[in-house]
C-alpha cells in the first residue's frame, strides 16, 4: 500500500532528475509545431514548478499534448511523421507522468506511470537525455519494492503449468540440414559461409551470455525485470492472416494471457520484432553482440537488435529480409526452414508492396493445387535449440516455427 | 438563428473562461471541457450580430455574420475576449462572403477576391491572395469553401490545387489526409492516402488522382464530410453512408478498442488496481476498426439527415426533424451527452429536445460541435 510519505519520496526522486527550474526546461520546437500547442506546452512547464496548479489542471494538459501528437502521429506515413511530433508526444507523456507521481497515493498511480513512460518510449523520440528512460528506471524500482512478497508464491505454480509441454520436435534429415559449426574463426566465417551467403549454425559462440548463465532467462526473471512494462504483441496465427493484429499490454499480462492462458485466452499472442533491450537497459546487459558482426560494414549503433518471445507455435511465415541475419536461440526451441533467393521463382511471393517479401505458401502446409512448384523448391532445416546462433544470409527466405516456449534474439546487420 | 457549442473549450472558444487562476480542480475541467450544449454568445459592443455560420479550428472559432455589413468574429487561441463578446472582429474581413478557418490561417472570400492570412504572425497583408473572375449570371450557387472556382484551397502550401472542370465539383472536404468531393452529378470522388480505408474504395492503397467512390454509383448524393480519417455522404434520400477508422467508434459501427477502453475504466474504478481485463466479447460481435467501403448506417429509425459535419474523431447529425444525433470520440465532451464517454452508437443530443430547440445545422471543429437552432414554434411554422 502507498502511503502518503512514500509518494513524496518518489516525487522528490523524480523532481531531481528534472531541471532545476523553468528556466532550464528546454522547450524548443521547429515552425511544424503549431503556436497554440506550445501554448499548453509552456503552461505544463510552468505547472511543474511551483505550486499554484491543480492536479486536474496538470492532468489535462498533459492529456491535451498527448492527444494532439497521438493525431500527427496517425497522420501520414509512420517513416513521413515529423520527428517534432515525437518529441511532442514524449513531452506530453513526461508532464503526464509528472502529474501522476505528484498527487494522490494510489496505488494505481505508478504502474499508469510506467505504461505512460512506456508510450513515450515506443512512439515518442529522446528528450532531454532520454529523460523517459532514467523516470521509469526509478518507477521500477518503486514497482519492485511493493511486489517483492507477491513473487515468490506465484513461481511455484508457473513453472509446474509450463512443464505439461512436451513438444515433439520434427525429425531432421541429414542432407537437409543446416550445417553446424562450433565456434568458427572470423576468418573462416567470412571465407565459408558470409561472402559465399550461405547458411550454418554457430555453437558455442553465446555460451558466455549471462542469459544463459547467471541471469538465467526464464518467466520469472523475465517478470521481475520486466513485467509491469508495456510491450507490442502481435496476435493471431500470423502476419498474413486477416484476424492478425497488434496490440500493448505488459510483460505480465503477455506471459499470463498467452503463455500461461489464464483467463480462459485461447490463440496466439507473440511479442515479436521489438526492440525491447533498448527499452530495457537491464535485458540488454544480459546479450552480447556477435564478434562476427564486425565484419559487417556498418557501425555497431546501426545493427538492430530484436527480442522474439513467446508461446509454442508461434509461426513467422516464409520471408525474407533485407539485411544479414543472426538468429541467436536463448530459451526453448524453433524449428526452422530456409530456401535460397535463387528459387525465389518456386515460393509464390505476394504481389502487393505490403508483403511482397513474404511468401504465400504455408511452408509446412503447403496447398499443392494453388502453389504446385513449391514441392519442388530445395530447402535446409533445422531444431535451433538454447546456445545455437543461426546465420541467415541477407534475403534468404527462412520460415520459422516455435516448438515450445522460446525466447530468441535476432541481430540484423550489413 | 442561435448557435450552441460543446467539447473543446482549452482556449475559451465557445465560450470565455472564467478569470480565477488557481481554479479549484473541479472548474478548470468543466472549463476545457464542455459537456453540455452551451450557447455561443453574438454580440460585438453593443450590437447583436446574426451568426450566419461557425466554422472552427482546433483552437478557435470563426463566427461568419454575412448580413449586410458581413465580418468575420474570431474566439480563442489569440483572441483576448471580454465576456459577452463574440470574438475579435478581424477588421480585414469586413464585406467578406464566405470564410473557412484552419489552425494556421484564415481564409477570406470576397466578391472579387480570395485571401488567406497568417493567424500566428500579425500582418498587415494577406501572407496568400488570388483574383476572383467576378461570377456571371449563368453559373450556379456560389462555390462555397475551400472549393473556389477552378479547383480549391488547402490547409498547407501550394494554396491553389486545381481540379478538372469534368469533375463539376459542388462540395468539397479536406480530412487530415483525404479529401472527398462531391460532383454536380450526385458522384463522389476521393482523393489522398488510405491507410485507414477513407477512401472508400475497398482497400488501403492511396490515390493521387480523384478517384469515383464506386460503390456509390447509382445513387445521388447531397453533401459530403470528412473527419480526420472517415468520411460521410448523405443520399438525397437523407440516408447517411460512413467509411474510414472506427478506433472511436466515429462510424457508429461497433468499435473494439472502444469497448476495451471502456471496459478498462470501469475495471480500474472498480478494483482501483493495475486493471487485468477479461479478453471476453458479448457473444459473436462483429467488431469493425476499419470500414474500405461505403456502409449505410442507421442514425435513428425512420429518420432523414439533413446535414453532416465531422471532427477528428467523432460525428455529429441533424435530422429532417430538427434532432441532433452524435458518434465517436466524446473524451472533451463534444458528443454534448453531458459525459465524457466516446460512443460507437449515434445518439440524440437530449439537451436540445429538452428547450424544444429545432436543430438546423451543425458545424464540428477537430475536438468540439457548434449547432444552429430555431425555436420549434419556427421549425413548424
Known amino acids: 500500500m502507498k502511503t502518503c510519505s512514500s509518494m513524496a519520496t518518489l516525487w522528490s526522486k523524480i523532481s531531481d532528475v528534472l531541471p532545476p527550474g523553468e528556466e532550464q526546461f528546454p522547450l524548443q520546437f521547429s515552425d511544424t509545431v503549431e503556436s497554440s500547442l506550445v501554448d499548453v506546452l509552456k503552461r505544463s512547464r510552468r505547472q511543474l514548478y511551483g505550486d499554484a496548479a491543480s492536479s486536474s489542471s496538470r492532468a489535462i494538459d498533459a492529456q491535451i499534448i498527448l492527444d494532439f501528437s497521438w493525431e500527427k502521429l496517425n497522420t501520414g506515413t509512420w517513416r513521413h511523421v515529423d520527428k517534432e511530433w515525437r518529441r511532442v508526444y514524449a513531452y506530453g507523456c513526461l508532464f503526464k507522468v509528472a502529474a501522476l507521481c505528484r498527487e494522490g497515493p494510489s496505488a494505481d498511480n505508478v504502474p499508469q506511470a510506467v505504461r505512460t513512460c512506456d508510450m513515450g518510449l515506443l512512439m515518442g523520440a529522446a528528450i532531454m537525455d532520454n529523460i523517459l528512460q532514467v523516470i521509469v528506471g526509478i518507477l521500477q524500482g518503486e514497482v519492485r519494492k511493493s511486489s517483492k512478497e507477491e513473487d515468490d508464491k506465484t513461481e511455484q505454480v508457473e513453472v509446474k503449468r509450463l512443464k505439461i509441454e512436451c513438444p515433439r520436435a520434427p525429425v531432421i534429415r541429414g542432407e537437409l540440414a543446416v550445417p553446424r559449426v562450433k565456434c568458427p574463426s572470423l576468418e573462416s566465417f567470412n571465407t565459408n559461409h558470409l561472402l559465399p551467403l550461405k547458411p550454418v549454425i554457430l555453437e558455442g559462440i553465446i555460451d558466455h551470455w549471462p542469459a544463459l548463465n547467471g541471469h538465467r532467462w526464464s518467466i520469472e526473471y523475465l517478470r521481475s525485470v520486466a513485467g509491469c512494462r508495456t510491450v507490442p504483441v502481435e496476435v493471431g496465427s500470423r502476419y498474413t492472416d486477416e484476424e492478425w493484429s497488434q496490440t500493448l499490454l505488459t510483460v505480465d499480462e503477455f506471459i499470463d494471457r498467452y503463455i500461461l492462458n489464464e483467463d480462459g485466452v485461447t490463440g496466439l499472442g507473440y511479442l515479436a520484432q521489438h526492440q525491447l533491450f533498448d527499452q530495457i537497459p537491464e535485458l540488454k546487459e544480459d546479450i552480447r553482440l556477435p564478434d562476427y558482426c564486425c565484419l559487417g560494414e556498418e557501425d555497431e549503433d546501426d545493427i538492430t537488435v530484436n527480442a522474439w518471445f513467446g508461446p509454442g507455435g508461434t509461426v513467422s511465415p516464409l520471408h525474407h529480409d533485407p539485411q544479414q541475419n543472426f538468429l541467436a536461440q536463448v530459451v526453448g526451441s524453433k524449428y526452422i526452414r530456409l530456401y535460397s533467393p535463387e528459387d525465389t521463382d518456386k515460393l509464390y511471393p505476394h504481389q502487393s508492396q505490403l508483403l511482397h517479401n513474404t511468401s504465400q505458401v504455408e511452408a509446412e502446409n503447403p496447398d499443392t493445387e494453388r502453389f504446385p512448384d513449391f514441392a519442388a523448391a530445395p530447402y535446409l532445416e533445422c531444431v535451433l535449440r538454447p546456445g545455437d546462433v543461426l546465420f541467415i544470409p541477407v534475403r534468404h527466405w527462412h520460415y520459422v516455427r516455435s516448438l515450445e516456449l522460446s525466447f530468441s534474439v535476432s541481430f540484423w546487420w550489413s | ?381
Request: with cysteine.
Open chain 2, 1 to 381: 438563428m442561435r448557435w450552441f457549442g460543446f467539447g473543446f473549450n482549452a482556449f475559451g472558444q465557445i465560450h470565455v473562461r472564467g478569470r480565477a487562476t488557481s481554479a479549484a480542480s473541479g472548474d478548470v475541467a468543466a472549463e476545457v471541457k464542455v459537456i453540455g450544449p452551451t450557447e455561443v454568445t453574438g454580440h460585438e459592443g453593443s450590437r447583436r450580430l446574426k451568426t450566419c455560420r461557425i466554422k472552427a479550428s482546433w483552437s478557435r472559432r470563426a463566427s461568419l455574420h454575412l448580413n449586410g455589413d458581413s465580418c468575420v468574429c474570431l474566439a480563442g487561441f489569440g483572441a483576448a475576449t471580454s465576456d459577452e463578446s463574440c470574438g475579435v472582429s478581424v477588421v480585414v474581413s469586413r464585406g467578406c462572403t464566405d470564410a473557412s478557418i484552419g489552425e494556421l490561417h484564415l481564409t477570406l472570400v470576397f466578391p472579387d477576391r480570395i485571401e488567406s492570412w497568417d493567424l500566428q504572425k500579425k500582418e498587415e497583408t494577406p501572407s496568400w491572395s488570388m483574383e476572383l473572375e467576378p461570377q456571371s449570371e449563368s453559373s450556379g450557387p456560389p462555390l462555397k469553401l475551400p472549393l473556389v472556382p477552378g479547383g480549391y484551397i488547402a490547409t498547407k502550401p501550394p494554396f491553389y490545387r486545381s481540379l478538372s472542370p469534368h469533375l463539376k465539383a459542388k462540395s468539397l472536404a479536406l480530412g487530415a489526409e483525404h479529401a472527398i468531393l462531391l460532383c454536380a452529378t450526385g458522384a463522389v470522388y476521393t482523393w489522398g492516402l488510405g491507410s485507414h480505408g477513407q477512401l472508400g474504395h475497398g482497400g488501403l492503397t492511396s490515390e493521387e488522382e480523384p478517384r469515383a467512390v464506386e460503390a456509390l454509383c447509382g445513387m445521388t448524393m447531397s453533401s459530403v464530410a470528412t473527419g480526420g480519417w472517415h468520411s460521410v455522404c448523405i443520399s438525397d434520400g437523407g440516408d447517411l453512408y460512413v467509411w474510414g477508422w472506427n478506433e472511436s467508434g466515429q462510424l457508429g459501427l461497433p468499435s473494439r478498442g472502444l469497448r476495451k477502453a471502456l471496459q478498462q475504466q470501469s475495471s480500474q474504478q472498480a478494483a482501483g488496481a493495475a486493471c487485468q481485463v477479461a479478453d471476453s466479447s458479448p457473444g459473436e460481435e462483429v467488431f469493425i476498426s476499419i470500414q474500405a467501403f461505403p456502409a449505410l448506417l442507421d442514425v435513428a429509425p425512420s429518420c432523414e439527415i439533413r446535414t453532416v459535419s465531422c471532427g477528428s474523431r467523432h460525428t455529429a447529425a441533424v435530422t429532417t426533424t430538427g434532432d441532433l444525433y452524435t458518434w465517436g470520440w466524446g473524451e472533451y465532451g463534444q458528443l454534448g451527452h453531458q459525459t465524457l464517454i466516446s460512443s460507437d452508437e449515434p445518439k440524440c443530443v437530449e439537451f436540445f429536445r429538452e428547450q424544444q430547440l429545432h436543430v438546423v445545422d451543425v458545424t464540428c471543429g477537430m475536438w468540439n460541435t457548434f449547432a444552429a437552432v430555431i425555436a420549434e414554434e419556427a421549425a413548424s411554422s
